[in-house]
Each structure stands twice: as C-alpha cells, then as structure tokens.
C-alpha cells in the first residue's frame, strides 16, 4: 500500500505539472473546452425537455430509458446538474475498480499495476473529459460479473440489463452467458431490458411518445453515419483508422466486412474457450469480447477503451505465471503487452502532443489491436480443464 500511495502521489505530481489541473486537461484532451462537455450540451438539455417536448436535444444518440434518468438532473439548476454528474462520474470510476478488489488479496502487484494502469489511461481521462457514460456502461459489466461469480445471478442479470439499457453496445457480453447455456440468466437479463428499456419509457411517455423518441434518434444516427461520423477522426473503428493510413475512404465497404469478420471469428474462438473451461474463462471472454468492439462499432470513441487495463493487467498476469524459460522465450508476447500499456496512457499521449495527431493516427486501436492479439495468443495455448468447466473464479484472478 505505500508504494500505491506513492505512485498516487507521483501521478497526481505529473497531472499537475504537465497540464496544471483539470482545465488544462480538458483542453489538451479534444475539443470543446468545457467540463463534461456531452453533459452539458446533450444529456443535461434532454433531461430538461423530455417530459415537456418528448423530444432529445441535438446529438443525443442514446435511448429513452437514459433521458428519464436525466430528468432529475435536468430540474437542477446546471451547477448543482454538474456536481451531481461529477458524482455518477465517481460512481463509474468506482465500478472500474472492482476487479482490483479481487486483485489485493492474490497478487499485491496485480492490484497495484491495474490501479496505476486505469490512472494513466487516456481512454478514461476521456470519458471524464466529455462526462461520458463508458465508464458506466464497463463498470456495470464489471459488477455483472462480480455478483454472478458470488452466486448472484439474478442480480448480475439486472445489473447488465441495466448496463446495456443505457448503451447497447455492451450486450455482446451475453455472449458468455448464452455460450453457457445459462437460460435463467439470459432470461432475466432480457426481462430486465425490457423493463429499463421498453416497458418504463413507454408508461411514462406513452406509446407513441417513446416510439416518436427512438424514431427521432434513429434519424440522427442514420444521418450522422451518412455524413460526418465516419471522417471523424477520434473515431478508432478499423476501417475508419484503416482509411485514414491510406489517405482515401476507398474501399471502406471491404474493410467493413473484413471487421466484421474478425468480429466473428473472435465469438468463435471466445466460444471454444469457454467450452474448454480454461483457467479464468470468464475474465477472458469479457476482455476479449470488449477488444473485439473496434473491428465491429463504427463510433468505437477513445472513451469507450475503458476496458484496456482490465485486459492489460489480465495478460499480465497470464505472463507472470509462466516459467521463467518460457518468460524469456516468448518476449515478443511481453512486447505486444508493453506496446498495448504505453499507447494507451496519457504519457504517451503527452508525448504525442496533440490530441488530433493521437486520434487521426488510431493509437488507441493499435493499443487495442496489439493486446487483441496477445490475448488470443495466451488463450490458445492454455490447456483445457481435466473435468467439467468449473465456475469461474473471481474476476479477475491471477
């Protein structure tokens, strides 16, 4: 604990030297030079007007279930809004660390690593750059595990539902559940979607309100898809990185397919994993699910790579079991791991210099791609379990 407290101590030093507090951050991390920028300029507007228009403001691209959980927010006055999203903010931090607590009493440098990891990580400081709700979203999957693996599956299933209610993109976790053939789970997993998403928002703004609602942004999304989201260039989806390497949009259609590809041939290779029931298989399927999002998400923003030292300190800990022989033989492996943690941190961002050059340049997906890989280089060649697949451990275990 007091080497965590130092580098506590080290990090917070670096923040404030290099950018000088939390101004200078948000401006240095992407445009729009205000605090939760999404917040003010989308969530907190729509929480104000849904009850009286129905209608979301202008770039809220999320569903009607989320808007109503705005509206108490949106009845504040915006100081009091902010401070209470800075609370949610918190909130979601919280969630991310989770699997630290599992972490401290198995490996104290686990525990260490995934802390001073998600402190680096760019990806984060971007959600709280924007008040983004990834780290909501994450945390919740986190915390779905959590409870499953401690015998709370009906909770876990509402915690997911509730997860993926707000960001859908989040349901690829399923996965694993449906692979396991837990009926039960997915069953109240989609009782509790319908719930948050359907039932709630339907009751309150009346059928024809909600259905006007998602028809509203469902428009905004086709239109920005059609215009401007694919050039954007904080945009980490492969084929939008891909076309800006080569300087053309050319060929985009075949790179699509190409993601989407990779996409399910991941779920194939998540599948036989857990089948086989190796060591930590739930850890692995929800890293691998989450880093298989940038070959298949248009938008995949930095914010959602959340994920990334929660799979970076899983890998980790796959490495640091092997023997010392085999350590040193496959360096290629603590390489890819290497290269995954320094694209992904904010030093190398400040090393970078511009947040334009770091996005237009697909760090964060060559930081994703990079530990894409390894994953499936260490789960290849882990040995299936001699019996039936025991219920996994605690995530995340070393």
């Known amino acids: ?97 989770l699997p630290a607590l599992n972490y401290y009493p198995r490996s104290r440098a686990a525990f260490s690593l995934y802390v001073v990891l998600l402190a680096l990580s760019m990806p984060l400081l971007h959600n709280l750059k924007w008040g983004q709700v990834s780290s909501l979203v994450t945390g919740g999957v986190f915390a779905a595990l ?36 837990d009926w039960r789970f997915l069953v109240v997993l989609a009782a509790a979607f319908s719930l948050f998403w359907l039932l709630i928002p339907t009751v309150v703004l009346g059928p ?50 190409l993601g989407y590809g990779v996409f399910l041939a991941n779920l194939a290779a998540v599948a036989r994993l857990i089948r086989r029931g190796i060591p930590r298989a739930a850890e692995w399927a929800v890293a691998l699910l989450f880093l298989s999002l940038p070959f298949a998400i248009e938008t995949s923003w930095p914010h959602y790579f959340v994920y990334l030292p929660f799979a970076q300190t899983l890998a980790w800990s796959e490495l640091s079991n092997l023997p010392a022989t085999e350590r040193r033989r496959r360096w290629y492996l603590w390489l890819l791991l290497a290269l995954s943690i320094i694209l992904a941190s904010m030093p190398f961002f400040q090393l970078v210099g511009r947040w334009q050059d770091y996005s237009r340049l697909g760090v964060l997906f060559v930081a994703n791609l990079s530990l894409f890989i390894l994953a499936h280089a260490l789960t290849l060649r882990q040995p299936a379990a001699e019996s039936d697949p025991p219920e996994p451990a605690a995530l995340p275990s070393t």
């Open 146 to 181: 959590f409870l499953y693996q401690r015998g709370r599956a009906g909770a876990a299933a509402v915690v997911l539902g509730l997860a993926v209610a707000i960001k859908y993109y989040v349901a690829v976790v399923a996965f694993y559940f449906l692979v396991r053939r």
């Open 1 to 97: 604990m007091v080497f965590l407290a130092a580098m506590a101590v080290l990090i917070f030093l670096y923040y404030r030297v290099v950018w000088g507090g939390v101004p200078g951050l948000v401006v240095a991390l992407d445009h729009c030079r205000e605090l939760y920028c999404d917040f003010v300029r989308q969530y907190y507007p729509t929480g104000r007007e849904l009850l009286i228009s129905g209608r979301p403001s202008n770039g809220y691209f999320y569903s009607s279930f989320f808007a109503l959980l705005l509206v108490p927010l949106g009845h504040l006055d915006h100081g009091a809004a902010v401070s209470w999203w800075s609370v949610a903010q918190l909130i979601g931090v919280g969630l991310l660390l």
């Open 208 to 257: 024809e309100g909600n259905w006007s609602f998602y028809q509203t942004v469902r428009e905004r999304v086709a239109h920005a898809l059609a215009t401007w989201m694919p050039e954007d260039i904080n945009a980490q989806y492969m084929p939008s990185v891909v076309g800006r390497w080569l300087g053309t949009g050319a060929g985009r259609g075949v790179w699509r397919l």
